[in-house]
T-cell receptor, first 113, second 119 residues
Framework: LAKTTQPISMDSYEGQEVNITCSHN???????ITWYQQFPSQGPRFIIQ???TKVTNEVASLFIPADRKSSTLSLPRVSLSDTAVYYC??????????????FGQGTTLQVKP | DTGVSQNPRHKITKRGQNVTFRCDPI?????LYWYRQTLGQGPEFLTY????????KSRLLSDRFSAERPKGSFSTLEIQRTEQGDSAMYLC?????????????????FGPGTRLTVL
């Protein structure tokens, strides 16, 4: 699975838009880009997944440039409850055998009042 | 609540004791995964089941660890002769498989985890 690089931590304030960028220079043709969110003392939770261009759901948007070597998770108007660790994962594509997830350290987002 | 349950939620044991954790996945999910997470790190893959077959084990899974999924339903993870280094959160996840259509390929649903403390 492709290695990912993302900031260790970020701070924001309530109501602001937060953008977390993930680098994945060695992404393979079949790889999808997936983001998970994890609150303290809970398991990770799927947020969004994309292959190219832009994907939006009720929680976030995911922007993927044409070369797919990076991606940006965008959280609109964050609240205190968005304080969590956000993981960028690349792989587990359609042809994956096991689908196991390879997590990095993630980005710890701290939202302040 | 994701629909994946784990028991117990917390376990404190003394070094050298055996412990067993249970995971009940979402009933229609044929794939089941175990991960381990230590403080400040992302979850690390331990093992994977498709139905009742254990198809992959990480090198992290020493011979003191064993996992089963009888009948392809719930799963158990046993650690024998626990060591202080085994202290971690043990997470279970389930999914329907990598071929899921739409934009949620191989979405995994995680349980709340079992936090193990070895004294």
């Amino acid at each position: 699975l492709a290695k990912t690089t993302q900031p260790i931590s970020m701070d924001s304030y309530e109501g602001q838009e937060v953008n977390i960028t993930c680098s994945h220079n060695n992404i393979a043709t079949n790889d999808y880009i997936t983001w998970y969110q994890q609150f303290p003392s809970q398991g990770p939770r799927f947020i969004i997944q994309g292959y190219k261009t832009k994907v939006t759901n009720e929680v976030a948007s995911l922007f993927i440039p044409a070369d797919r070597k990076s991606s940006t998770l965008s959280l609109p108007r964050v609240s205190l409850s968005d304080t969590a660790v956000y993981y960028c994962l690349v792989g587990a594509g359609y042809s994956s055998n096991t689908g196991k997830l390879i997590f990095g350290q993630g980005t710890t987002l701290q939202v302040k009042p | 609540d994701t629909g994946v349950s784990q028991n117990p939620r917390h376990k404190i044991t003394k070094r050298g004791q055996n412990v067993t954790f249970r995971c009940d996945p979402i009933s229609e999910h044929n794939r089941l995964y175990w991960y381990r997470q230590t403080l400040g790190q992302g979850p690390e893959f331990l093992t994977y089941f498709q139905n009742e077959a254990q198809l992959e084990k990480s090198r992290l899974l020493s011979d003191r660890f064993s996992a089963e999924r009888p009948k392809g339903s719930f799963s158990t993870l046993e650690i024998q002769r626990t060591e202080q280094g085994d202290s971690a959160m043990y997470l279970c996840a389930s999914s329907t498989g990598a071929g899921t259509s739409g934009r949620r390929r191989n979405e995994q649903f995680f349980g709340p985890g079992t936090r193990l403390t070895v004294l």
